[in-house]
């Protein structure tokens, strides 16, 4: 009896390799990997994270089709996400997390940052981007995708265990542009495989 399987000579050569990192408000155009992990880096991750772009199809449905029919749907939207399970917290994730934040120096205690909810989200409070770059086993250029218009959506959630470091699950959903809204809200760099 003959095995089927998907493996051939170049699936060695398409694998994606290990967690990524996560980046906020990536240039594809003109930052490197070694530009941008100094100022633009999210921060150290455990467990990774996801990615996801969902388009929400409509059948449009006609009398005497029993069924789906080739060429009857319709995309309503996008829903596109993208995940990362930062473990090093800073006061800028903490901010991101809550999606309306501000912050700044606290006046008393003066060590501190103080960071508050606001009740409406303000166009200063989306990312221009979060872009996950990661490893691809066939080639020396990563795997880029870029969330745009990146807004937190579910919130600030810290757990806390004794032998454990907090972990802060950051979801951002991505928007269409005010100036364009045509072009779903990703976009995905996959490099060329020899």
Same mark, same amino acid.
């Given at each position: ?16 390799? $290990? ?23 999210? %921060? ?5 994270? @996801? ?10 449905? *006609?009398? %005497? ?14 829903? *596109? +996400? ?25 006046? @008393? ?18 990312? $221009? ?6 490893? !691809?086993?066939? @080639? =020396?250029?990563?795997?880029?995708? *870029?969330?745009? =218009? ?8 810290? @757990? ?10 950051? +979801? ?8 364009? !809204? ?13």
């Amino acid at each position: 009896m003959p095995k089927f399987s998907g493996f051939t000579a170049n699936t060695p050569k398409h694998l994606q390799m $290990d967690a990524g990192a996560f980046l906020k408000n990536y240039d594809v155009a003109k930052d490197t990997w070694d530009t941008a992990k100094a100022t633009k880096l999210l %921060g150290a991750t455990a467990g990774g994270g @996801s990615f996801s772009a969902v388009p929400t199809l409509r059948r449009i449905e *006609v009398d %005497g089709v029993k069924g789906a029919a080739k060429g009857m749907e319709t995309l309503d939207e996008w829903v *596109v +996400t993208l995940t990362a399970n930062v473990k090093e917290v800073t006061a800028e994730t903490i901010k991101m997390a809550l999606a309306a934040a501000q912050s700044g120096a606290a006046e @008393s205690p003066a060590n501190y940052t103080k960071i508050t909810a606001k009740n409406e989200v303000a166009l200063e409070d989306y990312m $221009d981007n979060l872009t996950w770059v990661g490893r !691809l086993s066939g @080639s =020396n250029d990563p795997v880029i995708i *870029v969330v745009k =218009n990146a807004l937190c959506t579910n919130g600030l959630t810290v @757990s806390f265990a004794d032998k454990s470091e907090g972990l802060i699950p950051i +979801t951002v959903t991505g928007h269409y542009a005010l100036d364009d !809204l045509e072009t779903p809200p990703f976009e995905i760099y996959y490099p060329k495989v020899s």
